[in-house]
């Protein structure tokens, strides 16, 4: 205490202060109401009339809305308030708290401490939203609204705000409507009734919104705008809603390409290759049809993935084993950003840039599909005839599937390419997912840039055509408010927390599930009443119906059994141990797995002059059906 008199005595108030807080219990209870009396009273003088907390919430209020001058003026007007709040939300080492005290004094100590937020937690370095910046708003604008519930409303804005920037994580079920997706009519009357929630602006003019669906229903749903574009009734007219592509179906479709172009059962007998994979560790559900099976599927990737990689690290670390340590006299840190960049380095599939520069070169140009009036390819010829609908047909799916690409690349090892090829591809379809999970959505449409190339060498053109629609739509040819929407509103998170995102055609599909077995269990008494009971059921309700009666009822007379479900550390153990003696990374001359000699782990667009050609009519599509929709 004499340390802190004398403190006291010096007007190092700071010092003093923090030296009662830390060796006195009744200074500690003291310092408490002294906060919560001075933030009381900051909040009663608070002038409403520097800080705006009653915006009206509006289109207007939405396009306008920043963080910043709202930061600023808090900090300005209840400084005591905010800087409580940004150090409560300051992460802070368990030992460094020396004394037990009650909640609302963690506060104090931070203050005391000064351990506030860093400035990268409010805006980075290019003046962006920092992390925990909606968390700070929020319990900020609380705050106010409690003590100001009619003269503050500005927690209705962060919220909006915050729903319209990052995608709302709370799922309403509009129930079941008897029409079939599958038809343009019935996509027509289904967004016919999606009308209703389609928000309007003062001159009661429909406020475009997203409607997100998988690969056939944004293809009907372009259909159907067009369709209704020429109604005469403004009602019928389908403006307001605008169709984007879903990430799950996408997701499927990649990894039946992958699975045709490493699964093949000629390759039974050669180890390392992913068919002998499958058999080896008895991932007896994984086919080649991936339709049938694609959470196994998913698994046995990520298996194989996580194999490989530990594979290459013990080969480029010079270990024999998971538990063995390498020789590093430095930072582990730098030695784990070596080894990945070697990892990434070693098994980057070779681009053929030329074949690149074909499509992108002179864009302004027009490129015929075939440029030998001699040559009778007949679907060249077809193409430059077909509609955009058309286009859209499975036809040249099939003729698309049998490309084989040239490459003039012979390493003599195609064990290596291979090996080499299988992993790059099983890390990007794991940075895809987790791109997804993280509702990273400047990643997710990296991801369907990359994606075009396979969209186009498989033969997908309905996915070329609908990946075109949404990079187009988010470099410009929609408004800004909408590319923002397309970015970041494409996944629900059903479970709440950071990464357990989820793509909303995925989410339809749990729906979609449900609701058939519900209609099952309905035993063909399909009728009106007894088809919207079931779709009622559907999501949380259904649910939270049937942990009740199994928490009440059903777990008296059967328990239920805890998922036996392990991890693949075990298995990635056995997988090294096995795979690490077959040298899979090593160069060595005229080597491959039957069924694939001459493969090669190589980047290049087949026939390039006809994917430019069918880029720039995909771009006149837009064009005309934009003119067509303003009109």
Same mark, same amino acid.
């Given at each position: 205490?004499?340390?802190?008199?004398?403190?006291?005595?010096?007007?190092?108030?700071?010092?003093?202060?923090?030296?009662?807080?830390?060796?006195?219990?009744?200074?500690?209870?003291?310092?408490?109401?002294?906060?919560?009396?001075?933030?009381?009273?900051?909040?009663?003088?608070?002038?409403?009339?520097?800080?705006?907390?009653?915006?009206?919430?509006?289109?207007?209020?939405?396009?306008?809305?920043?963080?910043?001058?709202?930061?600023?003026?808090?900090?300005?007007?209840?400084?005591?308030?905010?800087?409580?709040?940004?150090?409560?939300?300051?992460?802070?080492?368990?030992?460094?708290?020396?004394?037990?005290?009650?909640?609302?004094?963690?506060?104090?100590?931070?203050?005391?401490?000064?351990?506030?937020?860093?400035?990268?937690?409010?805006?980075?370095? *290019?003046?962006?939203? #920092?992390?925990?910046?909606?968390?700070? $708003?929020? @319990?900020?604008?609380?705050?106010? &609204?409690?003590? !100001?519930?009619?003269?503050?409303?500005?927690?209705?804005?962060?919220?909006?705000?915050?729903?319209?920037?990052?995608?709302?994580?709370?799922?309403?079920?509009?129930?079941?409507?008897?029409?079939?997706?599958?038809?343009?009519?019935?996509?027509?009357?289904?967004?016919?009734?999606?009308?209703?929630?389609?928000?309007?602006?003062?001159?009661?003019?429909?406020?475009?919104?997203?409607?997100?669906?998988?690969?056939?229903?944004?293809?009907?749903?372009?259909?159907?705008?067009?369709?209704?574009?020429?109604?005469?009734?403004?009602?019928?007219?389908?403006?307001?809603?605008?169709?984007?592509?879903?990430?799950?179906?996408?997701?499927?479709?990649?990894?039946?390409?992958?699975?045709? *172009?490493?699964?093949? #059962?000629?390759?039974?007998?050669?180890? $390392?290759? @992913?068919?002998?994979?499958?058999? &080896?560790?008895? !991932?007896?559900?994984?086919?080649?049809?991936?339709?049938?099976?694609?959470?196994?599927?998913?698994?046995?990737?990520?298996?194989?993935?996580?194999?490989?990689?530990?594979?290459?690290?013990?080969?480029?670390?010079?270990?024999?084993?998971?538990?063995?340590?390498?020789?590093?006299?430095?930072?582990?840190?730098?030695?784990?950003?070596?080894?990945?960049?070697?990892?990434?380095?070693?098994?980057?599939?070779?681009?053929?840039?030329?074949?690149?520069?074909?499509?992108?070169?002179?864009?302004?140009?027009?490129?015929?599909?075939?440029?030998?009036?001699?040559?009778?390819?007949?679907?060249?010829?077809?193409?430059?005839?077909?509609?955009?609908?058309?286009?859209?047909?499975?036809?040249?799916?099939?003729?698309?599937?049998?490309?084989?690409?040239?490459?003039?690349?012979?390493?003599?090892?195609?064990?290596?390419?291979?090996?080499?090829?299988?992993?790059?591809?099983?890390?990007?379809?794991?940075?895809?997912?987790?791109?997804?999970?993280?509702?990273?959505?400047?990643?997710?449409?990296?991801?369907?840039?990359?994606?075009?190339?396979?969209?186009?060498?498989?033969?997908?053109?309905?996915?070329?055509?609908?990946?075109?629609?949404?990079?187009?739509?988010?470099?410009?040819?929609?408004?800004?408010?909408?590319?923002?929407?397309?970015?970041?509103?494409?996944?629900?998170?059903?479970?709440?927390?950071?990464?357990?995102?989820?793509?909303?055609?995925?989410?339809?599909?749990?729906?979609?599930?449900?609701?058939?077995?519900?209609?099952?269990?309905?035993?063909?008494?399909?009728?009106?009443?007894?088809?919207?009971?079931?779709?009622?059921?559907?999501?949380?309700?259904?649910?939270?119906?049937?942990?009740?009666?199994?928490?009440?009822?059903?777990?008296?007379?059967?328990?239920?059994?805890?998922?036996?479900?392990?991890?693949?550390?075990?298995?990635?153990?056995?997988?090294?141990?096995?795979?690490?003696?077959?040298?899979?990374?090593?160069?060595?001359?005229?080597?491959?797995?039957?069924?694939?000699?001459?493969?090669?782990?190589?980047?290049?667009?087949?026939?390039?002059?006809?994917?430019?050609?069918?880029?720039?009519?995909?771009?006149?599509?837009?064009?005309?059906?934009?003119?067509?929709?303003?009109?």
């Amino acid at each position: 205490m004499d340390k802190a008199v004398q403190a006291l005595r010096s007007s190092h108030y700071f010092s003093a202060f923090k030296c009662l807080y830390g060796k006195s219990k009744s200074a500690r209870q003291g310092f408490a109401k002294l906060i919560k009396y001075a933030v009381r009273q900051e909040i009663k003088r608070l002038d409403l009339g520097v800080i705006n907390l009653s915006k009206p919430l509006n289109e207007d209020t939405l396009d306008e809305f920043s963080w910043k001058p709202f930061i600023d003026a808090s900090d300005k007007c209840i400084p005591i308030l905010t800087s409580a709040i940004k150090a409560a939300l300051t992460p802070t080492p368990r030992k460094e708290i020396k004394v037990a005290m009650h909640d609302s004094l963690i506060i104090i100590y931070f203050l005391l401490n000064k351990m506030c937020l860093r400035p990268s937690a409010i805006y980075d370095e *290019k003046n962006h939203v #920092g992390p925990l910046l909606p968390a700070y $708003g929020t @319990l900020l604008a609380n705050i106010l &609204h409690v003590r !100001f519930p009619t003269r503050v409303n500005f927690m209705q804005n962060i919220v909006s705000v915050e729903m319209y920037r990052s995608g709302c994580n709370h799922k309403v079920n509009l129930g079941v409507l008897k029409e079939n997706p599958a038809s343009c009519r019935g996509v027509i009357e289904i967004m016919k009734f999606l009308k209703q929630y389609i928000p309007l602006d003062r001159n009661a003019m429909p406020i475009p919104v997203v409607c997100n669906g998988d690969q056939l229903s944004v293809e009907r749903m372009v259909t159907g705008r067009l369709a209704m574009a020429v109604s005469e009734e403004a009602e019928d007219q389908l403006v307001g809603l605008i169709p984007r592509p879903q990430g799950f179906h996408k997701r499927c479709i990649l990894l039946q390409d992958c699975m045709n *172009k490493f699964f093949d #059962g000629k390759s039974a007998g050669s180890r $390392g290759s @992913l068919f002998q994979i499958r058999n &080896h560790f008895k !991932f007896k559900n994984v086919k080649k049809k991936t339709s049938d099976c694609i959470n196994d599927t998913q698994d046995f990737w990520t298996f194989v993935t996580e194999g490989l990689v530990c594979v290459l690290c013990c080969k480029l670390l010079n270990i024999t084993s998971l538990e063995e340590i390498p020789d590093h006299d430095g930072d582990i840190t730098d030695l784990l950003k070596h080894t990945s960049e070697q990892i990434v380095n070693m098994i980057w599939p070779v681009i053929n840039k030329e074949s690149f520069n074909t499509v992108i070169e002179d864009l302004d140009k027009i490129i015929p599909y075939n440029d030998n009036e001699e040559a009778t390819d007949e679907i060249d010829e077809l193409d430059d005839t077909l509609n955009y609908e058309e286009i859209f047909s499975d036809d040249e799916d099939i003729e698309n599937n049998t490309r084989h690409v040239d490459v003039d690349i012979d390493d003599g090892d195609h064990v290596f390419m291979y090996t080499c090829s299988m992993l790059w591809h099983g890390l990007k379809m794991m940075a895809d997912k987790d791109a997804e999970r993280e509702n990273d959505g400047l990643a997710m449409l990296s991801d369907w840039k990359t994606d075009m190339v396979s969209f186009w060498e498989n033969g997908h053109n309905k996915y070329l055509i609908l990946g075109h629609r949404l990079l187009a739509a988010v470099a410009g040819w929609l408004p800004q408010r909408l590319q923002e929407e397309l970015t970041w509103n494409s996944t629900a998170n059903l479970s709440s927390g950071p990464g357990n995102n989820l793509a909303l055609d995925l989410v339809n599909e749990f729906q979609n599930n449900e609701f058939k077995s519900n209609l099952r269990n309905a035993h063909g008494q399909y009728s009106d009443r007894q088809v919207q009971r079931c779709s009622r059921l559907v999501g949380s309700l259904g649910k939270g119906i049937e942990n009740i009666f199994e928490s009440k009822i059903m777990h008296q007379y059967c328990r239920k059994a805890k998922s036996s479900r392990h991890s693949h550390k075990d298995l990635v153990k056995k997988f090294v141990k096995i795979y690490l003696p077959e040298n899979l990374f090593d160069r060595n001359v005229r080597k491959h797995h039957p069924g694939f000699s001459g493969f090669n782990n190589a980047v290049v667009l087949n026939k390039p002059e006809k994917l430019s050609c069918r880029l720039k009519k995909y771009s006149k599509v837009l064009e005309d059906e934009a003119y067509i929709l303003e009109d």
